[in-house]
């Protein structure tokens, strides 16, 4: 595609029911990153995928948190038993296999958590 | 860790004036990238500028410019001619060999006529 797409745009879900936001790199980009942004702060770093292989989780806030990538394209977050905490902005980005290249950012699903 | 710190939560320029956003780093990694992306209302992220640290050349794009001092740990991004399409936030940002990218906690800037 000509950008990375990220579905849904909004989403809003009450207290303790699971989320799910998909994320479609730019096609071809081996590295997808998912970030947290909260409200008036810089995005924070969750999870990164090279191809299907997931390399670092070390951002995920919880262990209700859950990524995947299964065939190294399409990238899905998913988010158990929501918490009002929970509520952010999740940016997207993929970049080429080379260490350095520019991150290129989606349009970001803005959860809310009721 | 790397941290990324942005002093000045907003600044303001008049249209065709230049203004500059600080930024300072702190990173234990001897190779690694430096960004500016700007953050329109639409929420996405959109790459301004980015400087490879072993290059000593400060980098430019069109009016965009950095300044870019390594033993001080600055990164510094001067915007020329300013319009007032740039109003926005904009993010300093840090990437090591892990590629992951730690960011500050952003400049709004604000263009007036």
């Known amino acids: 595609g000509a950008g990375v797409s990220q579905s849904p745009r909004y989403k809003v879900a009450k207290r303790g029911q699971d989320v799910a936001l998909r994320c479609d790199p730019i096609s071809g980009h081996v590295s997808l990153f998912w970030y947290q942004q909260a409200l008036g702060q810089g995005p924070e770093f969750l999870t990164y995928f090279q191809n299907e292989a997931q390399l670092d989780k070390s951002g995920l806030p919880s262990d209700r948190f859950f990524a995947e990538r299964p065939e190294g394209s399409v990238s899905t977050l998913k988010i158990q038993r929501t918490q009002q905490e929970d509520s952010a902005v999740y940016l997207c980005?993929?970049?080429?296999?080379?260490?350095?290249?520019?991150?290129?950012f989606g349009d970001g699903t803005r959860l809310s958590i009721l | 860790a790397q941290t990324v710190t942005q002093s000045q939560p907003e600044m303001s320029v008049q249209e065709a004036e230049t203004v500059t956003l600080s930024c300072t780093y702190d990173t234990s990694e001897s190779d690694y990238y430096l960004f500016w992306y700007k953050q329109p209302p639409s929420r996405q992220m959109i790459l301004v500028i980015r400087?490879?640290?072993?290059?000593?050349q400060n980098a430019t794009e069109n009016r965009f410019s950095v300044n870019f001092q390594k033993a001080a740990k600055s990164f510094s991004l001067k915007i020329s001619d300013s319009q007032l399409g740039d109003a926005a936030m904009y993010f300093c940002?840090?990437?090591?060999?892990?590629?992951?990218?730690?960011f500050g906690t952003g400049t709004r800037l604000q263009v007036t006529l």
């Open positions: 980005a993929s970049s080429s296999d080379r260490v350095g290249q520019p991150q290129h």
């Open positions: 400087q490879e640290a072993y290059k000593q």
């Open positions: 940002a840090e990437a090591g060999t892990a590629s992951k990218l730690t």
